[in-house]
């Protein structure tokens, strides 16, 4: 036998990994974990998925599929099947035109983005990203060398981000735009003006945009808009979309991608020296989801909308909480900076801590989404779960 000679602390890991860290909104779930595991009654406000089963026609269809056998590899960008309802979905919702080359099924919305951005961004390039930001998108970037150029958004605007803002940081190295709106975690949705005005200076510039729509069904605007119907633009476009929050299939892992040609294909080049195809049984609920009835979509989408209202103005009663009023996906970002300085408590993440450790409430810190005076509250579950969450952060606080 070869002796083992090397402390495991002393293992030598590669630049890359060493560049990123894991989630933070993944190291909350498993604090919260440790404390039930306890035994201790933890409210979750952290987790960011839908509190909603999957509808039963999606389920039937997986088991249908298990039945029927359709048990085996597939292509590895998804079957042909799901790529055109993946297509033609969106078409119908939002007015686009993407051919079956154009579409690519992945492991989730997250490894689409992932794929994407290691065929675009380059070592050196930088990419714009609006702050407050999904957590991931500056660790996917970093992994593949780019650097993140923030842009930093007012609060007092509603997070707005415009194309006159993002010109201002433009270089010659700039490579990317990321977009998100609905945001996680402000729940901030751009106008269609602004997502035009960028998606047209992005255009002139020769820049990428990213447009992350894993929330677009998940808009209380009363108006849905996508990138995608913007078509003159669509060549340096890449629209992100995830069947997690739109049909509560977060476990399930199908997300998709929208993008020219050449850059489907280079995906799928990378996703076939990986993971390969999506599980062949979630592709076939995933078109059972695509195809069939989309009433469940809006029901979900009004219930988020009653819980938005219940949480917020939960949130504003509590003396020294401010809270934006989030216009889409299923977060309130309230601002916590008025707790600073108070029972030991100097950041976003003293308090996330404290609440969990000591109050028992889930939430995120906001220093993981780059802004530094909220936390992310997570709406996705029921009144009576809203109203016991909201209960003890009163308590917690008004102790400080
Ligand atoms: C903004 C955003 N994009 C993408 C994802 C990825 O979702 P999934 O990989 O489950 O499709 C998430 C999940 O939380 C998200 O919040």
């Not at 992945?106 to 983005?113: F, I, N, R, T």
């Not at 601002?335 to 976003?348: D, E, P």
């Not at 810190?365 to 579950?381: C, K, L, M, Q, W």
Request: hydrophobic residues 40%.
């Amino acid at each position: 036998m070869t002796p083992v000679t090397e402390a495991p602390s002393a293992v030598k890991l590669t630049e890359r990994i060493n560049r990123i860290e894991p989630s933070s909104t993944m190291a909350v779930v498993a604090e919260a974990d440790k404390l039930r595991q306890q035994r201790i009654d933890v409210v979750d406000f952290g987790a960011g998925e839908p509190h909603f089963a999957t509808p039963q026609h999606i389920k039937d269809a997986a088991i249908a599929a298990i039945q029927a056998n359709f048990t085996k590899y597939t292509a590895v960008g998804g079957t042909p099947e799901l790529r055109d309802a993946i297509a033609q979905r969106h078409a119908a919702d939002f007015d686009s035109d993407y051919r079956r080359e154009e579409t690519i099924a992945s492991v989730g919305g997250k490894h689409a983005l992932f794929n994407a951005i290691q065929v675009l961004v380059d070592h050196g390039d930088e990419v714009i990203l609006p702050a407050p930001y999904w957590v991931s998108f500056k660790d996917i970037v970093r992994y593949a060398g780019g650097n993140c150029v923030l842009l930093n958004t007012d609060e007092a605007q509603g997070f707005r981000v415009t194309a006159e803002m993002i010109e201002r940081l433009v270089t010659p190295r700039t490579k990317l735009i990321i977009l998100n709106s609905p945001s996680n975690p402000s729940g901030a949705v751009m106008s269609p003006e602004d997502m035009a005005e960028v998606v047209k200076l992005a255009a002139q510039r020769g820049i990428w945009v990213i447009s992350d729509e894993c929330y677009v069904y998940l808009s209380f605007t009363g108006k849905r808009f996508s990138v995608g119907s913007l078509r003159e633009y669509r060549d340096r476009m890449v629209i992100v979309g995830s069947l997690s929050k739109t049909y509560a299939m977060t476990g399930w892992r199908l997300g998709f991608a929208l993008a020219p040609a050449p850059v489907v294909s280079a995906m799928q080049k990378l996703q076939s020296q990986s993971t390969s195809n999506p599980t062949s049984i979630v592709q076939k609920a995933a078109v059972a989801a695509l195809k069939g009835p989309q009433q469940c979509v809006e029901d979900m989408r009004r219930e988020y909308v009653r819980l938005r209202d219940h949480v917020v103005s939960g949130l504003r009663s509590i003396p020294g909480v401010k809270c934006t009023m989030p216009e889409g996906a299923f977060y309130a970002y309230p601002n916590v900076s008025a707790f600073f300085g108070r029972g030991g408590v100097q950041s976003a993440s003293d308090l996330a801590g404290k609440l969990l450790r000591e109050g028992h409430v889930a939430t995120v810190p906001g220093e993981g989404f780059g802004t530094r005076d909220h936390i992310r509250v997570s709406y996705a579950t029921s009144v009576a779960e809203l109203d016991r969450g909201l209960e003890r952060m009163r308590k917690f606080l008004e102790a400080l």
